[in-house]
Structures are given as C-alpha cells and as structure tokens.
C-alpha cells in the first residue's frame, strides 16, 4: 500500500514512525510550511518535517492545500490511502483522493470533544476517562465513520502535556492498527450518527483563547486546579496583578495543588516568603507550585521566593 503522511508537530511524530518501521511505502509527507521563530526569527521545520529528512522520506510544504499544482502531484503519486495526524483542514479534492480515502487520529473518544482541543478541554472539564479514535474523513469536521478506539485513563494530577505524551504512543499502535485493518480488508466503521442516538452526552472541544486561560478565583478550586493542569505547558493558565503603582502583572501558573478550607476571602495573595505561595478562592486556597512571572523563566515557587517578593498589597485582577 501507498501512503501519504500528513501532520506538523510532535504529536504525530510516533504515528509516523511506527509506519515507517513496519515498512510501510509513505511515499510523501506533507507538513506545514517552514515558520519564523525565535529571537532571530530563523525559519524553523516542523516535528514531523525534521523526521521525515531523518529517513529521507519525500517532503511536501504546500502553503494551499486547494493549489492545482499540488493537487496533480499528489494524484502522481498514486497513493492507496492518507494519514492524518495534527494536521490543517483539507479540501475534499484532496482527503477523497486516494482509493481508500483518509483516515484521520483524533485525541479523544468520538463523539465526544470533537474539535481542536481535546486533551486540554477533557482534563478542563474534570474528565477521568478519555481516549483516542481513528475515523475516515469526510465533509464535516471530526465527524467521519469511526474505525477503532482506546480508552485512556486520566490522572487524578495529570497536566493536558503529560496527557499529551501518552496519547500520542497509544494512538500510533491505533494507527498502525488501523493500517492494517485497511491492509487486510477486516474493519467495520461505525457511524456517529448512530452514537448520537445514544442519549450520550457530547462536549466540544474548540480552540483555546486566551479568555479560556484567566484564572477567576471567585470559582471552586477543583475547577481551578483542572483549570491549570488542563492548560499546562501550552498556552499556560494565568492571572493578574495590579500593583501599587498601578503596573499590572501576568503570572503564568503551570503546575498547583488544592487546600480546600470552607467559604473564604476570596482574591486574597498569601505566601510565606520562603516555601509558599497561595491565592484564595471560593471554597479554599489554590498553592501555586510552579509558576513564571514577567522577566523570569518558569520555575518551581520555592525557587523563585529565594529572590522574588510578591508585593502584599497587589490587587488580583
């Protein structure tokens, strides 16, 4: 079978190369194209890009999907069937090109938390379970006949990056799975739809912005508390600090712990100048663990109170 690889960052990485070890034919990949980063703004390659030279693999960066020209080089290479991982929406002149179709990996398990951010949204929303999916795609966004599912077991503690790193292996033995499935003719899709008759609840998952990460700490702190481990490292809760000379402060909470204490003043920043820092909020106190303030890189609180003073009488925003 033929394949062609479509995916950008990390994530789709391992889905990749356990096709590649297998000795799977990919005879292209297709990545996003090459970004400005950094201070010196050098262009930087994408995860997937970076493995695919690794191994020498045909390497395809269109800027438009849709481009004719692109389209009747893809149709050149004849391929059997398109993987998906982490990758951009896709013309239907391009995903129902191959005779099989495309199959795409999705981090959760559809229906539910169809949309940009799953990982995040799940552990946001307190979920214990979650899992990967894989499903052929078709006109509307994360909707297309599933073929197989893993559940995944959330951590009482976990962050959406631990999750991550999880989900991305389970979901390449998924992938190959699937693969092989195809290969030999032996799956049998599921429709949503039907899943939908089901009486199951279904949450969404779009994208984060950046209202999505300030924490209020008029809120309980299990929802803070999943808030910021739903978040962490990427894009990273936060909340603000008005000073007395009216400089306001953004401090990024990467990791925390809860102390739940009954109805206290909420709003109220409490540290002992040494082991740490703590914010009330409605039903308790949230302990920040590790977190980054302006000017500083991320590091554990007790690290930080070494040669930082949070001011005491700084309004939280």
């Keep these: 079978m033929k394949i062609i690889f479509l995916g950008t960052p990390g994530f789709a990485v391992p889905s990749l190369k356990i096709l590649v070890d297998n000795?799977?034919?990919?005879?292209?990949?297709?990545?996003?194209?090459?970004?400005?980063?950094?201070?010196?703004?050098?262009?930087?390659?994408?995860?997937?890009?970076?493995?695919?030279?690794?191994?020498?693999?045909?390497?395809?960066?269109?800027i438009k999907l849709a481009d004719p020209g692109f389209l009747e080089e893809i149709?050149?290479?004849?391929?059997?069937?398109?993987?998906?991982?982490?990758?951009?929406?896709?013309?239907?002149?391009?995903?129902?090109m191959p005779k099989f179709g495309s199959l795409n990996?999705?981090?959760?398990?559809?229906?539910?938390y169809r949309g940009a951010a799953p990982i995040n949204r799940a552990i946001m929303n307190g979920e214990m379970v979650t899992g990967v999916t894989t499903f052929f795609l078709n006109q509307k966004i994360d909707t297309g006949d599933i073929i197989y599912q893993?559940?995944?077991?959330i951590g009482n503690d976990e962050s959406a990056g631990e999750l991550h790193d999880r989900m991305m292996v389970i979901g390449s033995s998924l992938v190959l799975k699937t693969v092989k499935a195809i290969e030999s003719n032996t799956i049998e899709t599921k429709s949503q739809d039907l899943i939908f008759e089901s009486n199951l609840e279904i949450k969404s998952a779009p994208k984060i912005?950046?209202?999505?990460?300030?924490?209020?700490?008029?809120?309980?702190?299990?929802?803070?508390?999943?808030q910021i481990r739903g978040l962490s490292p990427y894009p990273g809760s936060f909340f603000e600090m008005r000073l007395s000379d009216g400089t306001i402060h953004s401090v990024k909470v990467f990791k925390s712990k809860m102390e739940?204490?009954?109805?206290?003043?909420?709003?109220?920043?409490?540290?002992?100048?040494?082991?740490?820092?703590?914010?009330?909020?409605?039903?308790?106190f949230i302990h920040f663990l590790e977190i980054q303030i302006p000017g500083k890189k991320r590091m554990m609180v007790e690290e930080l109170l070494r040669g930082y003073s949070f001011p005491k009488n700084a309004e939280i925003l």
């Excluded at 004849?78 to 896709?90: C, E, H, P, S, W």
């Excluded at 912005?209 to 999943?226: G, P």
């Design 105 to 112: 990996l999705h981090g959760s398990l559809l229906p539910i």
């Design 150 to 153: 893993d559940e995944i077991s």
């Design 209 to 226: 912005f950046k209202e999505d990460c300030k924490l209020n700490f008029s809120n309980k702190i299990q929802d803070l508390f999943n």
């Design 260 to 284: 739940a204490a009954g109805t206290v003043l909420t709003h109220e920043l409490i540290s002992d100048g040494k082991t740490f820092l703590k914010l009330s909020a409605a039903d308790g």
């Design 75 to 96: 149709k050149l290479l004849k391929a059997d069937l398109q993987i998906v991982v982490a990758f951009r929406m896709m013309p239907e002149k391009l995903w129902a």
């Design 23 to 62: 000795g799977y034919d990919i005879v292209a990949v297709i990545t996003a194209p090459d970004k400005p980063a950094g201070r010196g703004q050098k262009l930087h390659e994408s995860e997937v890009k970076q493995y695919a030279k690794s191994k020498g693999l045909k390497i395809l960066q269109p």
